[in-house]
């Protein structure tokens, strides 16, 4: 099946009490024992599995080419989630610009767990591969990167890891599935906050891990989920896969407006650097050109002039909404550095942009106006 089919039949089925074709909200937190004292349906108890929950998982799993994958109640709590699942004395390679929260995570809970961190600029794949150790257990790459939006070449980069006897671990909230398959290109784990493309809809926190086939840290991730419980409700996991329906046409459609945005842009005379792989003078783009099919929905930029009028800019949009995250159908506006706060890496003159689903020309007259006021 092709991803079109896969995001509206993959893990759904028609209700055979019901017949409904839109599954039902699975709310109950536990299933009748039979007399014998088994379980018929699987289902034990709904922090162990719940129907809507599988639902989600089966469908993932089957866009991203894996063999089992395992829901959360949020992105960040996926990402930690394999962290938790390597054993103190192991080390960790993580790129220079990953996601803030999860930076923040590994250096202020983790290494004092135990575990040992090395951050580096991963679009260098040289830097990547001296930065193994022999303890070396995970490589972990974000691409594009947020908020730099930086390529990383995940073919070359799993070579590494798995030269090294280690896993390697890609986030792919940003490309999705439509754009970009990891697991295809010799990734063993994908991580997505489902909070962003995937549910699409900017109503939902979520994560999701998955796994291609064989890899023995899953187990002890697909344990931790179970026991632990860091799982989305019934109704996120229901409202996840409803928008699950419709992504590869919104991501299509993200993709068209944000590369006539950023041809705007890159043309303007107050923004000094626009950072989209979709550019053919974007550092990324070769590499992007090679493992993604079109080039995303999100970019930055950096404005003349420094942080003054970066945050000018931002207060002067109107179709655009001031607010972090990305991947529902509202353009959003932020500038990153002062949400990141102290410790960020980020450039003070960065507006991240994340293009919605609003009609392009709309959105350009728009920053059009909000840039004329800074000049
Ligand atoms: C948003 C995001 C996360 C964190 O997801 P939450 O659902 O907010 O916890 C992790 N990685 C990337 C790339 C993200 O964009």
């Not at 937190?29 to 089966?58: K, M, V």
């Not at 949020?74 to 699942?85: C, D, E, L, P, R």
């Not at 999705?176 to 697991?183: F, G, H, K, S």
């Not at 931002?314 to 991947?327: C, E, L, N, P, Q």
Request: glycine letters at 8%; hydrophobic letters at 40%.
């Amino acid at each position: 099946m092709k991803i079109e089919t896969k995001a509206i039949h993959a893990g759904r089925y028609v209700d055979s009490a019901t017949g409904a074709v839109t599954p039902p909200i699975y709310l109950s937190s536990t299933f009748e024992r039979q007399p014998d004292g088994s379980y018929p349906t699987g289902f034990e108890y709904s922090r162990d599995g719940n129907p809507n929950r599988n639902a989600l998982e089966q469908c993932v799993c089957a866009l991203e080419d894996g063999q089992e994958a395992a829901a959360f109640s949020s992105g960040s709590v996926a990402t930690m989630t394999i962290f938790q699942a390597l054993s103190p004395g192991d080390h960790v390679i993580a790129p220079d610009d990953l996601y803030f929260g999860i930076r923040q995570l590994l250096k202020d809970t983790f290494v004092p767990w135990g575990l040992e961190v090395s951050f580096v600029d991963m679009t260098d794949v040289s830097q990547t591969r001296k930065a193994v150790r022999r303890n070396t257990r995970l490589v972990l790459a974000e691409t594009p990167s947020n908020p730099q939006i930086k390529v990383t070449d995940i073919r070359k980069t799993s070579e590494i890891a798995h030269d090294a006897g280690a896993y390697f671990v890609c986030d792919n909230t940003m490309a999705t599935p439509v754009l970009q398959r990891p697991l295809d290109l010799g990734a063993d784990l994908v991580v997505h906050a489902t909070t962003k493309y995937l549910s699409g809809h900017d109503d939902v926190t979520g994560g999701i891990i998955v796994a291609k086939q064989g890899i023995e840290l899953f187990q002890k991730i697909r344990k931790l989920q179970k026991i632990g419980g860091a799982i989305p409700s019934p109704f996120e996991c229901w409202l996840t896969l409803r928008g699950i329906n419709t992504l590869p046409y919104r991501m299509r459609a993200h993709c068209d407006n944000a590369l006539k945005v950023a041809e705007f842009l890159n043309n303007h005379p107050a923004i000094e650097k626009v950072l989209y792989p979709g550019l053919s003078n974007d550092a990324g783009h070769s590499t992007a050109s090679q493992q993604m099919s079109l080039f995303g929905g999100m970019m930055s930029v950096q404005v003349n002039g420094g942080r003054d009028n970066a945050m000018g800019v931002a207060a002067k949009v109107r179709i655009f909404t001031r607010a972090t995250s990305f991947g529902g159908p509202h353009s959003l506006i932020e500038h990153r550095a002062s949400i990141e706060g102290p410790g960020t890496k980020t450039p003070d003159n960065l507006l991240r942009l994340a293009i919605g689903l609003e009609n392009v020309d709309d959105l350009i007259a728009d920053l059009a106006q909000a840039l004329s006021q800074i000049e």
